[in-house]
């Protein structure tokens, strides 16, 4: 039996609707058991072929989203096997929430390809096709290796290889105890087993969580922060990082990295320019002159414009204004604690963009910006790289399926499992994490053997 | 000029535990086999450790035992003391290592062969192979005599153009001083045969009776011997067993290895093959891992012929003064005599991508080939490829299908996928870690997974084949019984259960859930199941492996039901890769290279992608 997959088949976009693609045998298992009709009595799974159905998907007791979902049993399908697809809201958010949902509940995420490859094999494509198809499967699945690798940030690569570094010397350890008893020993070792599991599994855990924020993708909002000089553009941005120290992660060799460029918004990523840090941006249009802001805020998904309320607005502002036009922006209507020579009505009468009055000083505003950020964001009206949360998804993925190994390892070790069985599943857990940075099993483990200890006779 | 020119239908090159297998394996298909060796003394001879079996290789002599091969009943005949490893572990890493006579065992193998029916011993050594368009038609003696036959198994071991090295001394011979094979390498280079120089090596031999064995610790065997063949009563290898020792080196053995690293050919580049990492010389050892302050050393008797004791852990290549000096810091051995020097041997092998799963050259129709030669190292393993070698050797001439055993039925399947799909460079030596499915591949169910295969080659008999049926049919009705037995928590049960430390039910349950408990097992609960039926050992055992491990063989099982579906997409011998668009160049080289049988081989080829396999299964579709 082949393995039931899934993937957003439209585009990650802002557009309006966007379509979830289940396929394979246990299809209907899975949309089973995340979608509830209307009155919630419909048994889903019962329904005709080729019918379509009004209803909400479930993360357990969260709702997701409002969907339609169309039932298709096979063999006239797509692929030639039981199909679903899930008419969701379109933008990244509520697409992803949709995919993960899935992916939870039984679901793998395809391949690169898989779908158009899958049509072929069951004999949905024409035989002339096939040329293409194996061209579309190796493109595909070249540009979303090139994508998965660039994606993950540098210090998410160096957890995850510190962590497979740790299992597979464990892994050796055990084996070259299999292969030789008489040298190596295993007595009181499932307690020291026991401890690592628990930190690996803690650092997953960690990883996951910012999996879901989409912390672990090198790839954020790409936000400018413009204004004329002395409209208080740094304390804005002290005040963002200020209140965002939560992105200094546990794990060391992070917190540099992520300093430097990345804000997070309560698990939406800002990603401020892209020159050398916060420091240098902050006076960007004294230093680098309105060329460069143009150019950068060209490039933006999202500008945050910084009005000083206390004086009257100039040249500079109705620059800034202009280059707003037809972007995502946000105007911060900053210095309420003095007294106001421009009004937000005046602003308002000129941008058609949400207008936050903030105090950089008094600290006021910050909440309010915040939430018109998420606005934007789960509403789809800002967006990034589609790809992203493709190679998200799949890190994701994989990451939840090494957790789960680990798991099972601890059960073994609670279990007073001997100690073969512990190294299968954490080789299934090194060998998922292998996926994210792209790296197979190979000769790993024996090469760790016999470089680490000392066996044979 | 005249010369003796004879006809068979197998030629066998090679006496060692490869050959020995494929000599009695075509011989016992009925064909017309006649069996080479340099030497008729040195038949199935041992000349490195005197044992058989060992982790994971313990596995390989009962699956070669399941198929009908000789290694298991013959070292059951002659050992002289026996382990089951890994006891406290799972069932699936228990493995059985016996100590041999080495002469007997030796004696013993060569009785076997020369009553075997259709088999013909001969000395001599093959010098050239005869091929005719891409078809082996016979080989050719060094004396210049033509044997023609239909099929040729090469298992040649570490002879071909052997030397034998310690310190700057060396010898042009094969182990133990025995002739070395110096022109067969050259005919197989001719036919276009890709070759690798390996090296391996051995320990000294040292005196029995100038051992001090008050400072070693002693070494017993298992009080309860099981054998090594399913066909072996185990009430006969209940004998009287020798004892082995243990010592350890020392600083100052690792002082004098040190100060004459200069003078080991290792190190001064005197030799060129590449050596096993698994089986370090002491030398390695302690240059390796040099943190370590001493290693353990074995002391095996070589049988019960001789008082030669084989010092394990101690194998070295280091010049004659040195070895004297370095065995003597050993505690026990500070007067021992050597009687013969450890050294190290090098010698040619193939490159083992050239060969098909089934051992056979990829080049030369009916061109078999086994053992060390393959670039293996170990006495069971070159016994395994040898039975493969043998029995595939057999059905090409009979035009029957041959026979593959995949990476999920049987470690003889890891080890020959391993050897001819992965990049080799080294002796390749069997490992528990190799096999990816080791918990439906265990020692205990070799039989059950293996007599059938036997049977269906012509191995084994059917009244052998009718057992295992029998035995399959127990497994399954006894552990359907105990899934549904419920048991209740009456006195006598909870009674039980707290005299073995388990928790007293709560509520109902069946006999198996409690089997699953770890302190409790099928034997455990036996007292509180009135109903159990009368059954042999050895099917109580695999209900109670089967019972108690079910979620972690299922989870296998299923594993092994997706391996399947890919090994089971056959690729056409003859696919041109030339012409599947959309390959990376990078596979296109490796699959024309490799030639996988299957599209599963073809993914474990290192430098093809998934997106290439994909391409494949959507060529190989239209």
């Known amino acids: 039996m082949e393995k039931t997959i899934a993937a957003i088949s439209t585009a990650v976009s802002a557009s309006g609707i966007g379509i979830v693609r289940i396929s394979g045998e246990e299809s209907m298992d899975v949309i089973s058991r995340i979608y509830k009709s209307k009155g919630g009595k419909k048994d889903i799974r019962k329904a005709a072929s080729h019918t379509i159905h009004y209803g909400y998907i479930y993360d357990g007791e969260e709702l997701v989203d409002e969907v339609l979902v169309m039932i298709m049993k096979a063999p006239r399908t797509f692929t030639g096997e039981d199909t679903v697809e899930i008419d969701c809201h379109g933008g990244v958010y509520a697409m992803n929430r949709v995919l993960e949902t899935v992916l939870k509940n039984g679901a793998k995420i395809a391949e690169p390809g898989e779908f158009t490859k899958r049509a072929f094999l069951n004999g949905r494509l024409d035989l002339s096709q096939a040329e293409a198809v194996m061209d579309v499967i190796q493109a595909k699945n070249q540009s979303a290796l090139n994508c998965s690798m660039s994606q993950l940030k540098g210090s998410v690569k160096k957890v995850i290889t510190q962590i497979r570094s740790e299992l597979i010397y464990h892994i050796a350890y055990i084996e070259s105890a299999l292969d030789d008893p008489e040298h190596i020993s295993l007595d009181g070792y499932p307690e020291q087993l026991l401890k690592v599991v628990k930190i690996q599994e803690k650092k997953m855990d960690h990883l996951i969580a910012t999996a879901s924020d989409g912390k672990m993708i090198r790839e954020g909002i790409r936000t400018v922060i413009l204004g004329k000089p002395n409209a208080g553009k740094s304390s804005m941005l002290n005040l963002l990082t200020g209140e965002n120290r939560a992105i200094v992660t546990d794990i060391a060799g992070t917190t540099r990295d992520v300093l430097e460029e990345y804000i997070n918004l309560h698990g939406i990523t800002l990603k401020m320019a892209d020159t050398a840090g916060i420091r240098q941006t902050e006076d960007v249009v004294e230093k680098i002159g309105v060329g460069k802001a143009k150019e950068l805020a060209k490039d933006a998904d999202l500008i945050l414009y910084v009005v000083d309320s206390s004086t009257p607005l100039d040249e500079n502002d109705h620059e800034i204004m202009k280059m707003l036009e037809g972007k995502k922006a946000i105007v911060l209507y900053n210095k309420t604690d003095l007294d106001p020579a421009v009004t937000t009505e005046d602003i308002r009468a000129l941008v058609s963009h949400p207008v936050i009055p903030v105090s950089a000083k008094e600290e006021t505003g910050i909440g309010e910006l915040e939430e018109q950020i998420r606005k934007l964001f789960f509403q789809g009206e800002i967006t990034f790289n589609d790809q992203v949360y493709i190679t998200n998804a799949r890190h994701k993925e994989a990451l939840t399926d090494a957790l789960a190994s680990l798991k099972m390892v601890e059960q073994s070790i609670i279990d007073d499992m001997p100690e073969d069985f512990f190294s299968i599943d954490l080789m299934s857990a090194y060998e998922s994490l292998g996926r994210i940075i792209g790296e197979s099993v190979g000769e790993d483990l024996v090469n760790e053997i016999f470089s680490k200890f000392c066996m044979g006779k | 000029m005249k010369r003796i020119e004879e006809d068979f239908d197998i030629v066998v090159v090679g006496a060692g535990h490869a050959g020995c297998e494929a000599a009695l394996a075509g011989a016992r298909l009925g064909l017309n086999t006649i069996m080479f060796t340099v030497s008729v003394e040195s038949i199935a001879l041992m000349p490195c450790n005197p044992n058989i079996g060992g982790s994971s290789k313990g596995h390989l002599v009962r699956e070669l035992d399941a198929l009908g091969g000789e290694m298991g009943k013959n070292i059951d005949k002659t050992f002289i003391q026996s382990k089951m490893l890994n006891c406290s572990k799972g069932p699936a890493v228990h493995s059985l290592r016996a100590q041999a006579d080495k002469q007997a065992y030796s004696n013993e193998m060569r009785k076997t062969l020369e009553n075997q029916e259709n088999l013909t011993i001969r000395q ?127 600083e100052e053995t690792h002082k004098i290895i040190r100060d004459n690293l200069d003078r080991s050919p290792l190190y001064s580049g005197m030799i060129h093959g590449t050596g096993p990492r698994y089986c370090p010389s002491i030398e390695d050892k302690v240059v390796r891992f040099a943190d370590k302050k001493r290693h353990q050393v074995f002391i095996e008797p070589e049988g019960e012929y001789t008082n030669e004791m084989y010092i394990g852990g101690m194998s070295s290549s280091l010049p004659e003064d040195v070895q004297k000096a370095m065995y003597h810091t050993v505690p026990g051995l500070e007067h021992a005599k050597i009687v013969k ?64 055993l995949d990476r999920s039925e049987a470690y003889i399947g890891v080890l020959i996928d391993d050897l001819v799909t992965k990049e080799n460079h080294e002796p390749y030596r069997m490992m528990t870690s190799r096999a990816e499915y080791r918990l439906l591949l265990r020692q205990d169910n070799a039989d059950l997974r293996l ?127 030339e012409k599947v668009g959309s390959l990376r160049l990078e596979a296109k080289q490796k699959l024309e290279l490799y030639r996988p049988v299957s599209i599963g081989q073809a993914s474990r080829i290192s430098g093809v992608s998934p997106a290439d396999i994909s391409v494949l299964l959507v060529y190989l579709s239209h």
């Open chain 2, 124 to 250: 001599g050594e093959v010098t050239k192979l005869l091929v005719q368009d891409g078809r082996i038609t016979g080989v050719e003696t060094y004396s210049g005599a033509i044997y023609h036959c239909k099929a040729v198994v090469l298992c040649t071991g570490t002879y071909l153009k052997a030397r034998c090295i310690y310190g700057d001394i060396s010898n042009y011979t094969g182990p133990n001083g025995l002739q070395a094979a110096n022109y067969l390498t050259d005919s197989l280079k001719e036919l276009g045969i890709e070759m690798f120089r390996f090296k391996t090596g051995t320990p000294a031999r040292i005196a029995g009776n100038t051992i001090d064995y008050s400072k070693m610790e002693e070494q017993f065997g298992d009080e309860k011997v099981v054998p090594f063949s399913f066909s072996t009563d185990p009430e006969d290898v209940q004998i009287p067993q020798k004892s082995c020792w243990l010592t350890y080196t020392n």
């Open chain 2, 341 to 404: 020097n450890a050294y190290a041997i090098e010698y040619d092998c193939i490159n083992p991508r050239q060969l098909y799963p089934t051992l056979e050259f990829k080049k030369i129709q009916g061109l078999f080939s086994g053992g060390q030669f393959n670039g293996s190292s170990g006495y069971e393993e070159a016994a395994a490829q040898g039975l493969i070698a043998g029995i595939n050797a057999a059905m090409e001439v009979k035009g029957q299908e041959q026979l593959i």
């Open chain 2, 451 to 577: 007599r059938k295969k036997g049977w269906q080659v012509g191995l084994v008999d059917d009244a052998t084949y009718q057992k295992i049926l029998v035995k399959e049919q127990q497994i399954k009705d006894e552990i359907k019984r105990i899934e549904n037995a419920t048991i209740g928590g009456t006195p006598q049960v909870q009674q039980l259960l707290e005299s073995l430390g388990s928790t007293p039910l709560k509520s109902g349950t069946t006999l198996a859930e409690l089997i699953r408990r770890p302190e409790l097992s099928y034997d455990a609960i036996q007292s509180i199941d009135p109903a159990r039926p009368k059954l042999s050992r050895d099917v109580e055992e695999q209900v109670n492996i089967n019972v108690k491990y079910d979620g972690y063989i299922r989870r296998q099982l299923k594993q092994v039901e997706q391996f399947k579906k890919l090994e089971e997409k056959k690729i056409p011998a003859d696919l041109d890769y």
